[in-house]
Protein backbone atom coordinates (compact mmCIF):
# COMPACT_ATOMS: atom_id res chain seq x y z
CA UNK A 1 0.00 0.00 0.00
CA UNK A 2 1.37 3.36 -0.91
CA UNK A 3 1.62 5.31 2.15
CA UNK A 4 1.04 9.43 1.31
CA UNK A 5 2.64 11.95 3.68
CA UNK A 6 1.40 15.53 3.39
CA UNK A 7 3.01 18.54 4.95
CA UNK A 8 2.67 21.17 6.72
CA UNK A 9 -0.34 19.64 8.68
CA UNK A 10 -1.61 23.40 8.74
CA UNK A 11 -0.54 26.45 7.02
CA UNK A 12 -0.97 29.50 8.81
CA UNK A 13 -1.38 31.96 5.35
CA UNK A 14 -3.10 35.61 4.92
CA UNK A 15 -5.50 36.27 1.79
CA UNK A 16 -3.30 37.21 -1.47
CA UNK A 17 -0.32 34.89 0.07
CA UNK A 18 1.04 32.09 -1.93
CA UNK A 19 0.55 28.71 -0.61
CA UNK A 20 2.39 25.99 -1.36
CA UNK A 21 1.60 22.06 -0.19
CA UNK A 22 3.39 18.95 -0.39
CA UNK A 23 2.35 15.42 -0.98
CA UNK A 24 5.34 12.47 -0.31
CA UNK A 25 4.40 8.68 -1.63
CA UNK A 26 6.33 5.98 0.34
CA UNK A 27 6.85 4.38 -3.49
CA UNK A 28 6.57 6.04 -7.14
CA UNK A 29 3.14 6.79 -7.86
CA UNK A 30 2.66 5.32 -10.86
CA UNK A 31 1.82 7.49 -14.25
CA UNK A 32 1.34 10.28 -12.35
CA UNK A 33 -1.60 9.32 -11.17
CA UNK A 34 -2.30 11.55 -8.02
CA UNK A 35 -4.87 14.42 -7.41
CA UNK A 36 -5.86 16.74 -5.20
CA UNK A 37 -9.07 17.33 -3.16
CA UNK A 38 -10.13 20.71 -1.25
CA UNK A 39 -12.81 19.70 1.60
CA UNK A 40 -14.67 22.89 2.87
CA UNK A 41 -16.35 22.24 6.62
CA UNK A 42 -19.52 20.31 6.49
CA UNK A 43 -18.94 19.88 2.55
CA UNK A 44 -18.28 17.03 0.33
CA UNK A 45 -14.66 16.68 -0.81
CA UNK A 46 -14.07 18.85 -4.60
CA UNK A 47 -11.84 17.76 -7.28
CA UNK A 48 -8.85 20.11 -7.89
CA UNK A 49 -5.98 18.36 -9.95
CA UNK A 50 -5.95 14.79 -11.52
CA UNK A 51 -2.91 13.49 -13.21
CA UNK A 52 -0.61 15.35 -11.22
CA UNK A 53 -0.73 19.15 -12.64
CA UNK A 54 -4.29 19.11 -14.94
CA UNK A 55 -7.30 21.24 -13.51
CA UNK A 56 -10.12 20.25 -13.49
CA UNK A 57 -13.14 21.37 -15.11
CA UNK A 58 -14.31 25.00 -13.54
CA UNK A 59 -10.90 25.48 -11.13
CA UNK A 60 -9.51 28.82 -10.97
CA UNK A 61 -6.15 28.94 -12.69
CA UNK A 62 -4.12 29.81 -9.40
CA UNK A 63 -4.41 26.25 -8.35
CA UNK A 64 -1.65 24.29 -9.73
CA UNK A 65 -0.25 21.32 -9.45
CA UNK A 66 3.27 19.93 -9.99
CA UNK A 67 5.70 16.62 -9.19
CA UNK A 68 6.32 13.18 -10.39
CA UNK A 69 7.67 10.03 -9.02
CA UNK A 70 7.10 10.65 -5.39
CA UNK A 71 6.85 13.86 -4.61
CA UNK A 72 3.92 16.47 -5.48
CA UNK A 73 3.28 19.80 -4.88
CA UNK A 74 -0.27 21.70 -5.21
CA UNK A 75 0.14 25.61 -5.15
CA UNK A 76 -2.57 28.37 -4.64
CA UNK A 77 -1.14 31.75 -5.97
CA UNK A 78 -3.14 33.97 -4.18
CA UNK A 79 -5.40 32.87 -1.63
CA UNK A 80 -8.85 34.08 -1.68
CA UNK A 81 -11.28 33.87 1.06
CA UNK A 82 -13.01 30.40 -0.36
CA UNK A 83 -9.63 28.68 -0.33
CA UNK A 84 -9.64 28.35 3.35
CA UNK A 85 -10.13 24.54 3.50
CA UNK A 86 -8.38 21.16 4.08
CA UNK A 87 -6.86 19.83 1.01
CA UNK A 88 -6.06 16.23 0.90
CA UNK A 89 -3.48 13.94 -2.15
CA UNK A 90 -4.52 10.54 -3.32
CA UNK A 91 -3.23 8.33 -5.74
CA UNK A 92 -5.37 6.20 -8.10
CA UNK A 93 -2.51 3.90 -9.77
CA UNK A 94 -2.36 1.12 -7.20
CA UNK A 95 -4.48 -0.80 -5.24
CA UNK A 96 -5.68 -0.15 -2.65
CA UNK A 97 -6.10 3.85 -3.52
CA UNK A 98 -4.62 6.17 -0.73
CA UNK A 99 -5.51 9.24 0.53
CA UNK A 100 -3.05 11.23 1.99
CA UNK A 101 -3.75 12.78 5.63
CA UNK A 102 -4.67 16.47 4.84
CA UNK A 103 -3.04 19.80 5.41
CA UNK A 104 -5.15 22.74 6.51
CA UNK A 105 -5.04 26.12 5.31
CA UNK A 106 -6.27 28.41 8.23
CA UNK A 107 -6.71 32.57 8.03
CA UNK A 108 -3.51 33.68 9.91
CA UNK B 1 -25.39 16.46 -15.47
CA UNK B 2 -24.01 13.33 -13.10
CA UNK B 3 -25.62 13.35 -9.91
CA UNK B 4 -24.96 10.82 -6.91
CA UNK B 5 -27.87 11.54 -4.39
CA UNK B 6 -27.23 9.56 -0.98
CA UNK B 7 -29.11 8.37 1.54
CA UNK B 8 -30.03 10.22 4.89
CA UNK B 9 -28.70 10.27 8.03
CA UNK B 10 -28.06 7.09 10.35
CA UNK B 11 -28.95 6.77 13.93
CA UNK B 12 -27.91 2.70 14.61
CA UNK B 13 -27.32 0.70 18.08
CA UNK B 14 -24.04 -1.63 18.12
CA UNK B 15 -24.46 -5.11 16.54
CA UNK B 16 -27.09 -3.61 14.15
CA UNK B 17 -27.26 -4.25 10.39
CA UNK B 18 -27.31 -1.00 7.87
CA UNK B 19 -27.58 -0.68 4.07
CA UNK B 20 -26.83 2.81 2.43
CA UNK B 21 -27.21 3.92 -0.75
CA UNK B 22 -26.40 5.94 -4.02
CA UNK B 23 -28.61 6.96 -6.37
CA UNK B 24 -26.83 7.64 -9.34
CA UNK B 25 -28.17 9.70 -12.15
CA UNK B 26 -27.62 11.24 -15.55
CA UNK B 27 -24.49 9.12 -17.08
CA UNK B 28 -24.41 5.35 -18.13
CA UNK B 29 -24.60 3.74 -14.22
CA UNK B 30 -23.16 0.15 -15.60
CA UNK B 31 -20.13 1.24 -17.29
CA UNK B 32 -18.24 3.71 -14.63
CA UNK B 33 -16.62 1.93 -10.99
CA UNK B 34 -18.58 3.64 -7.98
CA UNK B 35 -16.71 4.07 -5.05
CA UNK B 36 -17.19 4.43 -1.31
CA UNK B 37 -15.13 6.80 1.01
CA UNK B 38 -14.89 7.16 4.85
CA UNK B 39 -14.31 10.33 7.36
CA UNK B 40 -14.15 9.25 10.73
CA UNK B 41 -15.31 12.78 12.82
CA UNK B 42 -12.50 15.66 12.74
CA UNK B 43 -10.62 13.07 10.36
CA UNK B 44 -9.13 12.67 6.98
CA UNK B 45 -10.51 10.74 4.18
CA UNK B 46 -9.82 6.93 3.79
CA UNK B 47 -10.73 5.13 0.53
CA UNK B 48 -13.10 2.11 1.43
CA UNK B 49 -13.75 0.20 -2.24
CA UNK B 50 -15.14 0.35 -5.52
CA UNK B 51 -17.67 -1.63 -7.74
CA UNK B 52 -18.27 -1.97 -11.55
CA UNK B 53 -21.77 -2.05 -11.74
CA UNK B 54 -21.93 -3.34 -14.47
CA UNK B 55 -20.97 -7.16 -13.51
CA UNK B 56 -20.65 -6.44 -9.76
CA UNK B 57 -17.09 -6.82 -9.55
CA UNK B 58 -16.19 -5.18 -6.17
CA UNK B 59 -12.38 -4.20 -4.98
CA UNK B 60 -11.74 -3.08 -1.16
CA UNK B 61 -9.05 -1.94 1.30
CA UNK B 62 -7.40 -4.40 3.05
CA UNK B 63 -8.56 -1.94 5.78
CA UNK B 64 -12.18 -2.62 4.83
CA UNK B 65 -12.21 -6.26 3.53
CA UNK B 66 -14.30 -8.49 5.65
CA UNK B 67 -15.98 -5.36 7.54
CA UNK B 68 -18.09 -4.27 4.58
CA UNK B 69 -20.10 -4.86 1.50
CA UNK B 70 -20.32 -3.00 -1.52
CA UNK B 71 -23.30 -3.63 -4.14
CA UNK B 72 -25.23 -2.47 -6.72
CA UNK B 73 -28.27 -2.61 -8.33
CA UNK B 74 -28.77 -1.41 -11.79
CA UNK B 75 -32.14 -1.73 -12.64
CA UNK B 76 -31.98 1.21 -9.80
CA UNK B 77 -28.82 2.59 -10.97
CA UNK B 78 -28.35 2.91 -6.69
CA UNK B 79 -24.99 1.69 -5.13
CA UNK B 80 -24.83 0.17 -1.97
CA UNK B 81 -22.44 -0.02 1.37
CA UNK B 82 -23.65 -2.41 3.96
CA UNK B 83 -22.95 -3.99 7.96
CA UNK B 84 -24.05 -6.96 9.21
CA UNK B 85 -22.92 -5.88 12.29
CA UNK B 86 -22.51 -2.26 13.30
CA UNK B 87 -19.74 -0.98 16.50
CA UNK B 88 -19.38 2.60 17.83
CA UNK B 89 -15.96 2.69 15.63
CA UNK B 90 -18.18 2.95 12.15
CA UNK B 91 -19.59 6.30 12.88
CA UNK B 92 -18.42 8.49 10.27
CA UNK B 93 -19.65 10.14 7.20
CA UNK B 94 -19.87 8.05 4.53
CA UNK B 95 -19.37 9.84 0.95
CA UNK B 96 -20.05 7.64 -2.71
CA UNK B 97 -18.30 9.35 -4.87
CA UNK B 98 -17.52 8.13 -9.10
CA UNK B 99 -14.46 8.64 -11.37
CA UNK B 100 -14.32 10.77 -13.58
CA UNK B 101 -13.49 8.39 -16.53
CA UNK B 102 -14.60 4.92 -17.37
CA UNK B 103 -11.05 3.22 -16.74
CA UNK B 104 -9.76 0.99 -13.35
CA UNK B 105 -7.57 3.39 -12.45
CA UNK B 106 -9.47 6.76 -12.32
CA UNK B 107 -9.73 9.97 -9.29
CA UNK B 108 -13.00 10.71 -8.32
CA UNK B 109 -14.44 13.47 -9.80
CA UNK B 110 -18.27 13.79 -8.84
CA UNK B 111 -19.12 12.89 -4.84
CA UNK B 112 -22.69 12.36 -3.38
CA UNK B 113 -23.73 14.58 -0.54
CA UNK B 114 -22.38 11.99 2.51
CA UNK B 115 -24.52 10.02 4.74
CA UNK B 116 -23.48 10.49 8.10
CA UNK B 117 -23.61 7.15 10.42
CA UNK B 118 -23.74 7.39 14.19
CA UNK B 119 -23.40 3.79 15.86
CA UNK B 120 -24.41 4.31 19.90
CA UNK B 121 -25.77 2.59 22.54
Known amino acids: EIVLTQSPGTLSLSPGERATLSCRASQTVSSSYLAWYQQRPGQAPRLLIYGASSRATGIPDRFSGSGSGTDFTLTISRLEPEDFAVYYC?????????FGQGTKVEIK | EVQLVQSGAEVKKPGESLKISCKSSGYSFTTYWIGWVRQMPGKGLEWMGIIYPGDSDARYSPSFQGQVTISADKSVTTAYLQWSSLKASDTAMYYCARPGGSGFYEYFHHWGQGTLVTVSS
Open chain 1, 90 to 98: QQYGSSPRT
